[in-house]
């Protein structure tokens, strides 16, 4: 026989709603809670020089103010057409809309010979944030042009990925 135990709220002596680790559930560096989410809208694109949105977003709620979050991007089939004659694409993972991490300064799959081709290139982007809350936070993925001309991602309808984890802290 099995007995289950339904409560709508824990709290302490004294009125107050217990955190994870003080009841004993957090041991340090355990994983909380995984989210993943998998985006496959077609073939995207963009000339813009600042980041835009690509579709992957998570929100999350953290079970403890001192947790740590482990995100990780996966964009496939990004590419850019072989008339450029100077093309990059940048990446980055953002914190309710803010960069955690990014490769802004860096050239992600620069051409500057528009007889290059199209080079066809699967990304991964990896962030470790500590926001500090337990409020939802939403974690996205971002992408930018890095000198206009436009960039594609997700060809041949290939999907995309955000994963995060709760690691306790």
């Not at 992957?56 to 990004?78: A, G, H, K, Q, Y």
């Not at 980055?92 to 803010?98: E, K, Q, T």
């Not at 290139?121 to 996205?140: A, E, G, Q, V």
């Amino acid at each position: 026989m099995t007995s289950i135990i339904k409560v709508d709220q824990i709290q302490t002596a004294a009125g107050a709603v217990p955190t994870a680790n003080s009841l004993g559930l957090n041991t340090t560096g355990s994983v909380l809670q995984v989210r993943h989410h998998t985006v496959d809208p077609g073939t995207s694109s963009t000339s813009s020089l600042t980041l835009v949105a690509t579709g992957l977003t998570i929100d999350i709620t953290p079970r403890d103010v001192n947790s740590s979050f482990l995100i990780m991007m996966s964009m496939n089939e990004c590419y850019m057409p072989a008339s450029a004659s100077s093309h990059a694409m940048g990446f980055a993972i953002a914190r309710n809309g803010s960069r955690l991490s990014d490769t802004d300064q860096a050239t992600i799959n620069y051409s500057n010979s528009a007889s290059a081709g199209a080079t066809y290139f699967n990304y991964n982007l990896h962030s470790y944030d500590s926001p500090n809350t337990t409020s939802t936070i939403t974690y996205s993925g971002m992408l930018k042009s890095r000198y206009g001309t436009t960039v594609y991602w997700n060809g041949d309808n290939t999907p995309a990925f955000l994963t995060v984890i709760e690691i306790a802290g």
